[in-house]
T-cell receptor, first 113, second 117 residues
């Protein structure tokens, strides 16, 4: 089955690190993604990781994947006020007809000065 | 040079009306999607088209009819609007492709906020 879950809310102080967690159920997922949604805006792709990788780093972002536990996390180093947004993890699910993304419910990150 | 664009950005209408939302992508992608985001921010796929052909239809009421005049456009027409249709609708596109190892990354439009009164 397809089910992606995230915690609802995270509050962090400016300059600290943020860690957003996600669990998924489809073991056949090949790619997992992190998207950012700012208020009133669309979804911005932040990063993604292939399922045969454990870690991917991209500037302030570090993605960790534990495939055995089906656990994905996004770490944001030196969190800034501009990082306040909703963060969605998503898994790519391949069906007979085509690919689709299954999203988690989103984690609202609030960065306090 | 917006990659995925949608019009209108906001749409307010009365129950029972028929309305359309338009989407265009200039990325040269083969596949386009419609997603619905409800008031709790939960995102769920509605439709997917590849080269103008419907490939995914996620048990959406038949009041919703997507139309793809060409592979760069995917429009969403909604008949007999209901209160529960109020949501933000996102269009997305990707290269497509069925290879297991391909990212097939999806790029999203800015969304259309539909309010049904």
């Amino acid at each position: 089955g397809e089910d992606v879950e995230q915690s609802l809310f995270l509050s962090v102080r400016e300059g600290d690190s943020s860690v957003i967690n996600c669990t998924y159920t489809d073991s056949s997922s090949t790619y997992l993604y992190w998207y950012k949604q700012e208020p009133g805006a669309g979804l911005q792709l932040l990063t993604y990781i292939f399922s045969n990788m454990d870690m991917k780093q991209d500037q302030r972002l570090t993605v960790l994947l534990n495939k055995k536990d089906k656990h994905l996390s996004l770490r944001i180093a030196d969190t800034q006020t501009g990082d306040s947004a909703i963060y969605f993890c998503a898994e790519k699910v391949m069906e007979a007809a085509g690919n689709k993304l299954t999203f988690g419910g989103g984690t609202r990150v609030l960065v306090k000065p | 040079d917006t990659a995925v664009s949608q019009t209108p950005k906001y749409l307010v209408t009365q129950m029972g009306n028929d309305k359309s939302i338009k989407c265009e992508q200039n990325l040269g992608h083969d596949t386009m999607y419609w997603y619905k985001q409800d008031s709790k921010k939960f995102l769920k796929i509605m439709f997917s088209y590849n080269n103008k052909e419907l490939i995914i239809n996620e048990t959406v009421p038949n009041r919703f009819s997507p139309k793809s005049p060409d592979k760069a456009h995917l429009n969403l027409h909604i008949n007999s609007l209901e209160l529960g249709d109020s949501a933000v609708y996102f269009c997305a596109s990707s290269q497509g492709g069925r290879r297991w190892e391909s990212t097939d990354t999806q790029y999203f439009g800015p969304g259309t906020r539909l309010t049904v009164l």
